[in-house]
């Protein structure tokens, strides 16, 4: 009997720091998330989704000006990254860049305020007014991506043109040796 309670008794003490150990974990995991804003990112793009589909246009406009915003800085990450990536020339074109970001999180803020607002008439007005602001940001946003392809572009000519002219010298190269060691094999 003695026996029994001691094995029950060291079950029960392995039981309970298992479960202390796991609810730790736990405990660890969800403030990582909480604090990576995984979660609040993507309930914001749900909800702006949510808000673009409406069918009323004082909410959809709102939303469907910030996901616009959103995307086009995303765009310009990307671009920018693979410029970097593939050793293209960027210039300044990384604090343009920052620049930009900084414009359209400022017009991100303003757009949450529009959207909050109960008043539709303000709200229509207000969004009408941001829309100039958000197609002039998304124009530059459009004309750096602009930049960074037209510098591939005479990157990828450059390649070309070496390329090229590497090959033309590869081929008269093997017309000389054709020429001066190919008539000795022939005889």
């Keep these: 009997m003695e026996g ?16 202390l150990a796991s609810s730790v974990l736990v405990w660890l995991a969800v403030r990582r998330i909480r604090r990576s804003g995984v979660v609040r990112r993507a309930a914001d793009n ?10 009323d ?16 800085n995303q765009a310009n990450r990307r671009a920018l990254n693979e410029a970097v990536q593939r050793g293209w020339p960027v210039g300044n074109l990384p604090g343009a860049a920052d620049e930009l970001e900084r414009a359209a999180a400022a017009l991100g803020d303003q757009l949450r305020i529009a959207d909050r607002e109960p008043n ?36 990828d000519r450059m390649e070309l ?26 005889s």
Excluded: F, N, Q
Excluded at 9 to 14: E, N, R
Excluded at 170 to 186: F, K, Q, T, V
């Design 4 to 19: 029994i309670l001691s094995v029950l008794l060291i079950l029960g003490g392995v039981m309970l720091l298992l479960g």
């Design 46 to 55: 749900g909800v702006l989704t949510l808000h673009s589909l409406a069918m």
């Design 57 to 72: 246009p004082a909410v959809r406009e709102p939303a469907r000006l910030a996901l616009e915003l959103r995307r086009s």
């Design 120 to 155: 539709r008439a303000l709200k229509r007005e207000l969004s009408a007014d941001l829309t100039h602001r958000v197609r002039a940001l998304e124009g530059m946003s459009v004309d750096l991506r602009r930049c960074l392809l037209r510098s591939s572009v005479s990157v």
């Design 161 to 186: 043109d070496r390329a090229g002219a590497r090959l033309a010298m590869e081929i008269s190269a093997m017309h000389s040796w054709l020429g001066a060691y190919g008539a000795r094999r022939a």
